[in-house]
């Protein structure tokens, strides 16, 4: 039996013939594109958990003419990813591909839309939490499926062939990098380009940006254990309280970034979850710590590891610790991303079919951004050049009041994080699918 999102999906209206013009596909196909987001916004699913998502995917290529090939992907445990790649071969000339992202946040929503997730599912530490769109990876994946129905209607405008993907994972930074392994291009062949979309809080809907060269920060993933003697909490003396050691480090990690990174490096250390401790008057043994640092540069991203190791190090001989009771670094390579690197020359071509598909007045050239993406693994370490913009997403009214009262709208990975569906899926089907064509003239 088909899951309810799958059967949802699968039965939308409009399914027209493709047959017009780009310029008035992404119009036509319009209502039911939103429909699609709105469906996939109510029934998000968590990373490495994608299935429903990525069968619609599949499914609605499948209808369009790809030749189509799920559960693409390999995770170091040895189990599969749900990605999707779709191919169309449309004669001789370059390959491209177009790459969304599919996976949702463990975040509990509270836009008030009645299209919200009230979906609930266990993370991978057991816990039960709220899931959310709240990153617009379904604006990305209705984008997507809208770009490679228009692209099968322009086959007689482009030759080359077509390389849709449909990637798991992207929020554990982990999803390209298991296609990648699972011989992604050994199978269906290497690109010759890069392209893709994120939606932002930073633009209204119906504008773009692009930032040529390094556009996204490099993301790695560090889990930090500081160790201790533990005891009663009346009697502090007796052991060495990791939780306040704990405390230390964190407020000494921040003098990384200000008192030991080059002043003109951007980067970023932050420590996003604490656990320690069982009951308010036990001292614990020990209290773990999960960080993230950014950066733009494998230099600087080195001194913030060396930095970390370091005072982790020092913190020990300072509490008088024994050497077998020194706090543990541990860099997870498997939740890293690269650093997100527009090639130029591709990137011009890019913004100069941007302005001439929207206009000169709705595309910027955007500054850089220190969230990561793992969109650049595609590009195996500058390999293969990659072309990566922004797509403007929130309600233009809403977005023009917040910015003349100095706000800002609540951005990625919030609560309250809220596209204006229809225009933005209108520019990003338009732009894409112009982006596309223009690459595979």
């Not at 059967?7 to 594109?33: D, K």
């Not at 990637?167 to 298991?178: N, V, Y």
């Not at 699972?182 to 773009?208: C, K, S, W």
Request: hydrophobic share 40%; net charge negative; proline share 7%.
């Amino acid at each position: 039996m088909l899951k309810p999102l799958l059967l949802a999906l699968l039965c939308l209206p409009g399914e027209v013939a493709w047959s017009q013009q780009p310029a008035t596909i992404e119009q036509q196909e319009l209502p039911g594109l939103v429909e699609m987001y709105k469906n996939l916004h109510a029934h998000p699913e968590l990373s490495h958990f994608e299935q429903n998502t990525s069968a619609m995917v599949a499914e609605e290529l499948r209808k369009t003419g790809y030749t189509v090939t799920e559960h693409i992907g390999l995770y170091p445990d040895g189990s599969h990813a749900f990605g999707v790649v779709g191919i169309l071969k449309n004669g001789p000339g370059p390959t491209l591909l177009v790459r969304a992202d599919m996976d949702a946040l463990p975040v509990v929503e509270e836009t008030g839309v009645p299209y919200a997730s009230h979906v609930t599912a266990k993370n991978p530490a057991g816990q039960q939490v709220g899931v959310m769109h709240a990153c617009g990876h379904d604006i990305h994946t209705t984008v997507l499926i809208g770009t490679a129905r228009a692209l099968v209607a322009a086959k007689a405008q482009w030759h080359g062939t077509l390389m849709i993907v449909g990637q798991p994972s992207e929020e554990t930074i982990d999803g390209a990098k298991a296609m990648i392994a699972d011989h992604l291009y050994e199978r269906f062949g290497r690109p010759d380009m890069v392209i893709g979309l994120h939606d932002t809080n930073q633009e209204p809907a119906g504008q773009v940006s692009l930032t040529p060269g390094p556009a996204m920060a490099s993301s790695t993933s560090i889990d930090v254990t500081i160790r201790g003697i533990g005891g009663h909490g009346a009697r502090p003396n007796q052991g060495r309280d990791p939780v306040v050691l704990a405390a230390e480090f964190i407020m000494q990690l921040q003098t990384i970034v200000s008192r030991e990174e080059d002043p003109r490096e951007p980067s970023v250390v932050t420590v996003g979850d604490i656990h320690g401790g069982t009951k308010r008057n036990i001292i614990p043994n020990e209290v773990k710590l999960e960080l993230t640092t950014r950066s733009f540069s494998e230099k600087s991203r080195q001194v913030i590891l060396d930095g970390i190791r370091g005072m982790a190090a020092g913190l020990a001989i300072s509490a008088g610790l024994p050497p077998e009771l020194a706090p543990t670094v541990t860099v997870l390579d498997g939740e890293s991303a690269p650093l997100e690197y527009n090639d130029p020359a591709l990137s011009a071509r890019v913004r100069a079919t941007l302005v001439k598909t929207i206009g000169q007045q709705n595309v910027f050239e955007d500054r850089q951004e220190m969230g990561s993406e793992d969109v650049g693994v595609f590009g195996l370490d500058g390999k293969i050049p990659v072309a990566y913009y922004r797509l403007g997403a929130m309600y233009p009214d809403r977005f023009a009041a917040a910015r003349a009262s100095g706000k800002e709208l609540p951005g990625w990975h919030t609560s309250r994080f809220e596209p204006d569906p229809q225009p933005t899926i209108e520019t990003g089907v338009k732009t894409l699918t112009a982006v596309a064509m223009d690459l595979l003239k």
